[in-house]
Nanobody, 126 residues
Framework: QVQLVESGGGLVQAGDSLRLSCAAS????????MGWFRQAPGKEREFVAA????????IYAESVKGRFTISRVNVNNTVYLQMSSLKPEDTAVYYC???????????????????WGQGTQVTVSS
């Protein structure tokens, strides 16, 4: 059982920066990977970034590469998403997810994860 608590969403202007936080608690001893996804109104939930807990391997969606950075604080089981050069098309609800048991090397799909946060709204105005 894992609980995820997200924070950091808000309303910003294009070009601004924002940092999202996701703190995991509960049974996290077998944490394998954590990721960020986003979902805009009328759109499907899409992959943003992921981090493999052991080793720190990271992967990003092409649409955010060079602008977003995923990082972690190991002792607190916390993952961050630092977003810069934000664009209106980045507007979405952002979700944090954690995978406990590794059944696949794939970390870019929603079905790869076991638990999800409640989501936090990010709105980027032009």
């Amino acid at each position: 059982q894992v609980q995820l608590v997200e924070s950091g969403g808000g309303l910003v202007q294009a070009g601004d920066s924002l940092r999202l936080s996701c703190a995991a608690s509960g049974r996290t001893f077998n944490n394998n990977a954590m990721g960020w996804f986003r979902q805009a109104p009328g759109k499907e939930r899409e992959f943003v970034a992921a981090l493999r807990w052991s080793g720190g391997y990271t992967i990003y969606a092409e649409s955010v590469k060079g602008r977003f950075t995923i990082s972690r604080v190991n002792v607190n089981n916390t993952v961050y998403l630092q977003m810069s050069s934000l664009k209106p098309e980045d507007t979405a609800v952002y979700y944090c997810a954690v995978r406990i048991r590794s059944t696949s090397a794939v970390v870019t799909t929603t079905i790869s994860y076991d638990y999800w946060g409640q989501g936090t709204q990010v709105t980027v105005s032009s």
